[in-house]
């Protein structure tokens, strides 16, 4: 399913489990029109997953809407946005594309939901690998 040229210095795609993909699923089948946004850019592949439940996908390349902000902290992350690739209701692939670091921006819960207005954090989870997975739903 993950087919990817990992030159120019990028990182082969590691694999992890969402706690939060998992809940959103769920809460779908509970749901009579269910709305998803996914915070990257429109990938294939997670635009195929979605289209296999009756939702209305909504698509807000997150990293480009902070990255007009001057943010600085002393963790480091990729330079580049991570893609995050669904590969089935339980695990996602993180694939970057660059092996350059920046400053890991601290942003806050507030911050997230003023830039996705209409949707309000329903769960969050610290995964192992120390990423903040957010869910959110609207109203």
């Not at 001057?70 to 590969?87: C, G, K, N, Y």
């Not at 911050?111 to 120390?130: A, E, K, T, V």
């Amino acid at each position: 399913m993950i087919r990817r040229d990992h030159t120019h210095g990028s990182h082969p795609p590691a694999i992890y489990k969402s706690l939060g993909l998992n809940v959103l699923v769920n809460l779908m089948s509970a749901s009579s029109k269910p709305e998803v946004l996914d915070l990257g850019p429109a990938l294939g592949a997670n635009v195929d997953f979605w289209s296999r439940y009756p939702c209305r996908l909504h698509i807000r390349d997150l990293y480009h809407a902070f990255a007009e902000q001057d943010v600085s902290d002393q963790p480091q992350i990729p330079a580049e946005p991570t893609l995050f690739r669904i590969i089935d209701s339980e695990q996602i692939s993180y694939e970057s594309r660059t092996a350059k670091m920046k400053s890991c921006p601290r942003h806050q819960p507030r911050d997230l939901s003023r830039l996705i207005s209409g949707f309000d954090i329903s769960h969050s989870f610290l995964l192992r690998n120390g990423i903040q997975e957010f869910l959110f739903t609207r109203g």
